[in-house]
C-alpha cells in the first residue's frame, strides 16, 4: 500500500531542502512493491566476480567512458511496470512537485549497486585502491552494463555530471532492502549546498565526529553536519544537485541494490526550488565540474575522504 502524502509535507520539504539541502521522507515507499523488484532484479545476474572481465580482457581495451546505463541499455526499461510504487507514490509526487512544478521531468532512473569486497577480483582490488570515484562501469562485462557498479565513492555533488547546467535538479534515492551501517549507505553532508556549485574533489575537513568544515573559495565555508541514511525497505531521500554525498566499500558480504533518479524543474520556474536557490551563497552551474580524471577518463588522483567518516 502506498504512504499518503501528509497536508503539511510541501512546506517541510521547501524548508528542509533550504536548511539541509534534503529531505528524508518520514515513511517508505510500497516496501512489498520494492521487494519484488529487488527480487526481479536479482533474477537478471549473480553479483559476484562473474560480473567483471580479467585482467588481462581489460588491458587489452581498456574503456572508462560509456560505461553507465543509457538508453537502450538500462535494467529499469525491462521493468518500467514496475516502477509505480515510487513514481506515483502520493508523498513522493507532492513532494518533488513542491520543489519543481507539477510539469516536472524525469533526466535519468538507473539501478545503482554497491558491490561487495567479495565479489571483486583481487587483481581489480589493486588497481581501485585509493581512487576517489570506484564506478567500476569500466570493469564489467559490456552484458552488464545496464546497470551503474559502485564500491565506495568520495563526497560528491550530482552537478558532477552536468557541466554548464544550472542546479535546477534533485536526485531521489531509494533502498530496496534493509541498508545498514555495513550496506555502503549514503554519507551525507547536511548544509554542505549552501555554497553551491564547487569542482570536485571538494575541499573538506573533519571537525568533530559527525562534523565536516566545508570550503568553497572564493564563496566561504560552512559546518555541515554528517547524516548516515540508514534504513529499511522502501527508504527514500532526495537532496539539491549541490549536497555533498558519498559512500564507504561495501562492507557487507551482499550486494546493495538501490534506485536513483534525477528529476528536473519543466518549462515553469518552480517556486520551491526558485526559494532554496536563492539562499545559496555561490553558483549554481559550473563550466568545469572535476579534476580527477585524466584524459582518458582513467583516475588521476589517488585521494578519498569519505574513507575518514
Excluded at 181 to 208: I, K, M, N, Q, W
Aim: proline content about 6%; aromatic content about 8%; overall charge negative.
Amino acid at each position: 500500500m502506498m504512504a499518503k502524502a501528509r497536508p503539511d509535507l510541501a512546506g517541510a520539504v521547501i524548508s528542509d531542502f533550504i536548511e539541509a539541502g534534503a529531505h528524508l521522507f518520514d515513511a517508505p515507499v510500497d516496501p512489498r512493491a520494492a521487494t519484488d523488484l529487488l527480487a526481479a532484479i536479482r533474477q537478471t545476474r549473480r553479483f559476484d566476480d562473474s560480473l567483471f572481465l580479467g585482467e588481462a580482457e581489460f588491458d587489452a581495451d581498456p574503456q572508462y567512458t560509456g560505461v553507465n546505463p543509457r538508453p537502450g541499455r538500462n535494467l529499469l526499461e525491462r521493468f518500467e511496470e514496475r516502477l509505480g510504487f515510487v513514481e506515483q507514490a502520493p508523498h513522493i509526487v507532492e513532494a518533488i512537485t513542491a520543489l519543481l512544478g507539477a510539469d516536472y521531468e524525469i533526466l535519468n532512473k538507473k539501478v545503482v549497486c554497491g558491490v561487495p569486497a567479495s565479489a571483486i577480483p583481487d587483481w581489480l582490488k589493486t588497481r581501485i585502491h585509493g581512487n576517489p570515484v570506484n564506478n567500476l562501469g569500466a570493469y564489467v562485462r559490456p552484458e552488464h552494463r545496464d546497470i551503474t557498479y559502485f564500491y565506495g565513492i568520495d563526497f560528491h555533488q550530482d552537478l558532477i555530471d552536468y557541466k554548464e547546467r544550472e542546479a535546477d535538479f534533485l536526485t531521489l534515492y531509494v533502498y530496496l532492502h534493509p541498508v545498514t551501517r555495513a550496506d555502503a549507505p549514503l554519507y551525507l553532508l547536511e548544509g554542505s549546498h549552501r555554497l553551491g556549485g564547487s569542482v570536485f574533489p571538494h575541499d573538506l575537513t573533519r571537525s568533530g565526529d559527525d562534523a565536516w568544515t566545508y570550503r568553497n573559495d572564493p564563496h566561504g565555508e560552512t559546518e555541515t553536519r554528517q547524516r548516515i541514511l540508514t534504513g529499511d525497505t522502501g527508504f527514500a531521500a532526495m537532496w539539491h544537485a549541490c549536497t555533498l554525498h558519498g559512500t564507504q566499500p561495501d562492507a557487507a558480504d551482499h550486494e546493495r541494490i538501490s534506485l536513483r533518479y534525477l528529476v528536473a524543474r519543466g518549462k515553469d520556474r518552480a517556486v520551491g526550488m526558485e526559494a532554496v536557490n536563492a539562499t545559496l551563497n555561490g553558483p549554481l552551474s559550473l563550466i568545469d565540474t572535476r579534476k580527477d580524471l585524466a584524459a582518458d577518463g582513467s583516475a588521476a588522483i589517488r585521494a578519498n575522504t569519505v574513507l575518514k567518516a
